[in-house]
């Protein structure tokens, strides 16, 4: 091992590897070179397709570089994969748990799998069952674990024999924020205590600033490599909250247009606007909307990554473009505006059970016309269960739930043709191409002739996706794969638009055309329920409600429910801190 790598745990010296897809070849790592050092957490940071689980897999020798060097713990990953492994932990995105056995017999597996000795298993087991708070549950089922439950088994099981190198691939995705913390609380000790050296890959660009450095990478290219700070260092005075008399997707939309501006996400009842190094200054932006309040904050790491990515073009990501009138629902006030004249979903009392087991428990609650609603919980907490039940997919064991007027138990097929649904993994058919799907699903809808037609070729247009209308679903960009998955679930215009995890994985800029696009919907009258673990999105729901262990918490807007977790250690809460403050209130949902 060489002086120049002493230090470091991983060195890539232009790493590339392309995979073969149908007749294409997809660059998924094009000459990454960079360096993680020892006994720190390095995040490898980026949207999904960006590279982040190939670049894993390489490390961990389970892939061949098509060209370059990969060194770990001194070691050439080519020659020698097996001593490698021998001195990491690996934990992939879908961790082999066997569900139908219980905590300690998952751990014993892993225990004859890694080679440990019987005599040191129980002290281990006993540390691991601590440091994850998993005590209690030694003899419960993996299956019957909560989402955040099965993450920490899941990584006990990687620790089972302590590695010196851990490399953990997106181990929050899908998990709400409570967990999250707690997973991070755990990754930290293991930093911390015993000098272990993390690999922390993950799309959620605030989980970048609790790593000591961050190697950012986007369509297999490293956009940047350092600390933290590095990247918000040159965004210092440009971030500002603004508020204005108007409402705030009005103030959003217009301070989007505005020259000077370089990005804008709505917090609550507010904007948050980053501006661009050549910006005409505060006055020239104020100047665009009358009464205009702009507030310097401090900048965060997501904007050092706008700005990069917005300084690569339009080959960096899609290009944010405001979306055009989609016709997509009966025109009216924004949603400001006319939020509390009608409730088009009203759920009263309504408990669902499994057998013993009630995963919604006497939950009330009603969502106006030309509302974004969010419905926001810890895993396990009966979110998913009503979310299914409204899409009439599960009937309730008691009460009632109407959807546009109508009951959810005796006309549910009628109430369906009203709502258009989005999964979270989108439910598109990958092996079908764009024009197929969108023709599909209009049908599917009860289109047909003339205005299926006139449909697919809205789609097409509003989406910009008629070059691409012959291309394969599967083999799209993730963030094309979300605009086809929300032109299929308006095809029929419907009344109201049920999102599932809506922006998962997905790049910034992505994820904010898709949200402008969701902000014109609500103006034209379309009431939006959507469930999110990602607190950023939740800011943009006019109200929230949320639940744990079956009941409702709370509900009120993103504001009022941090004002709620407001006090003299949390002066300025995130909606994140109100979150877990209101799941901590009502007790620990694990233990249910």
Same mark, same amino acid.
Request: hydrophobic share 40%; with cysteine.
């Given at each position: 091992m060489s002086d120049r790598t002493a230090d470091a745990a991983i060195v890539l010296e232009d790493v590339r590897r392309s995979f073969r897809t149908g007749r294409r070849s997809v660059e998924a790592l094009a000459g990454v070179s960079a360096?993680?050092?020892?006994? =720190?957490?390095?995040?490898?940071?980026?949207?999904?397709?960006?590279?982040k689980t190939t670049l894993m897999r390489l490390i961990a020798g389970l892939l061949r570089p098509d060209a370059g060097r990969i060194e770990v713990l001194g070691l050439d990953v080519a020659r020698n994969p097996l001593g490698v492994q021998s001195r990491l932990g690996y934990m992939p995105q879908r961790f082999g748990l066997y569900e139908d056995l219980t905590v300690r017999e998952n751990l014993e597996l892993y225990a004859d799998l890694q080679g440990l000795s019987p005599g040191g298993r129980a002290a281990r087991y006993a540390e691991l069952m601590r440091m994850t708070g998993l005590e209690p549950f030694l003899s419960r089922r993996a299956?019957?674990?909560?989402?955040?439950?099965?993450?920490?088994?899941?990584?006990?099981?990687?620790l089972v024999n302590p590695p010196q190198l851990l490399l953990l691939d997106e181990p929050t995705v899908g998990v709400d924020p409570v967990s999250r913390r707690e997973l991070w609380q755990i990754i930290e000790h293991l930093v911390r205590d015993a000098r272990a050296t993390v690999l922390f890959s993950t799309a959620y660009l605030d989980e970048a600033e609790r790593c000591d450095q961050?190697?950012?990478?986007?369509?297999?290219?490293?956009?940047?490599?350092?600390?933290?700070?590095?990247?918000?260092?040159?965004?210092?005075?440009?971030?500002?909250?603004?508020?204005?008399?108007?409402?705030?997707?009005?103030? =959003?939309?217009?301070?989007?247009?505005?020259?000077?501006?370089?990005?804008?996400?709505? =917090?609550?009842?507010?904007?948050?606007?980053v501006t661009t190094g050549d910006s005409p200054g505060r006055q020239g932006i104020a100047a665009a909307v009358p009464d205009l309040t702009l507030t310097p904050i401090a900048p965060r790491f997501e904007?050092?990554?706008?700005?990069?990515?917005?300084? +690569?073009?339009?080959?960096?990501?899609?290009?944010?473009?405001?979306?055009?009138?989609?016709?997509?629902?009966?025109?009216?006030?924004?949603?400001?505006?006319?939020?509390?004249?009608?409730?088009?979903?009203?759920?009263?009392?309504?408990?669902?059970?499994?057998?013993?087991?009630?995963?919604?428990?006497?939950?009330?609650?009603?969502?106006? +016309?030309?509302?974004?609603?969010?419905?926001?919980?810890?895993n396990g907490a009966g979110k998913s269960t009503t979310f299914r039940m409204l899409c009439g997919l599960l009937p309730p064991t008691e009460g009632e739930l109407r959807v546009a007027g109508f009951d959810l138990r005796t006309a549910a097929a009628v109430a369906r043709r009203r709502i258009g649904y989005m999964a979270q993994r989108f439910s598109l058919y990958g092996d079908l191409t764009v024009s197929q799907n969108l023709r599909f699903f209009s049908s599917v809808y009860g289109l047909s002739g003339p205005q299926q037609r006139r449909r697919i070729e809205w789609a097409g247009g509003e989406f910009s996706l008629g070059a691409l209308a012959e291309a394969k679903a599967g083999e799209l960009p993730l963030g094309f794969k979300q605009r086809l998955?929300?032109?299929?679930?308006?095809?029929?215009?419907?009344?109201?638009?049920?999102?599932?995890?809506?922006?998962?994985?997905?790049?910034?800029?992505?994820?904010?055309?898709?949200?402008? +696009?969701?902000?014109?919907?609500?103006? =034209?009258?379309?009431?939006?329920?959507?469930?999110?673990h990602f607190m950023e999105e939740a800011e943009y729901c006019d109200r929230l409600l949320i639940m744990a262990q079956g009941r409702v918490l709370t509900e009120g807007t993103p504001d009022a429910i941090k004002a709620a977790a407001r006090g003299p250690e949390r002066p300025d809460p995130t909606l994140e801190d109100a979150f877990i403050a209101a799941i901590g209130a009502a007790g620990a949902p694990e233990a249910a």
């Open positions: 360096r993680a050092a020892r006994a =720190q957490i390095t995040g490898l940071v980026g949207p999904d397709g960006a590279g299956g019957r674990l909560s989402g955040g439950m099965k993450q920490k088994l899941g990584l006990a099981c990687t961050v190697l950012l990478i986007h369509e297999g290219r490293l956009l940047g490599s350092g600390p933290p700070e590095h990247f918000t260092a040159a965004m210092k005075g440009r971030s500002f909250i603004a508020t204005a008399p108007i409402g705030r997707r009005a103030l =959003q939309e217009r301070l989007a247009r505005t020259p000077g501006v370089l990005d804008t996400v709505i =917090q609550g009842g507010r904007v948050r606007v904007d050092g990554f706008v700005a990069r990515l917005r300084a +690569r073009g339009p080959d960096g990501s899609a290009a944010l473009a405001a979306p055009a009138s989609s016709g997509s629902a009966p025109t009216g006030e924004p949603a400001e505006a006319s939020a509390g004249r009608e409730a088009i979903i009203r759920v009263s009392e309504v408990t669902r059970r499994f057998g013993e087991f009630t995963a919604v428990d006497q939950v009330s609650f009603e969502v106006q +016309r030309g509302e974004v609603f969010g419905l926001l919980g810890a998955a929300l032109a299929c679930a308006l095809m029929h215009e419907p009344e109201i638009l049920f999102l599932d995890e809506p922006t998962s994985g997905v790049d910034p800029l992505a994820r904010r055309e898709f949200w402008r +696009r969701i902000n014109a919907l609500a103006g =034209q009258g379309v009431t939006v329920l959507v469930t999110t």
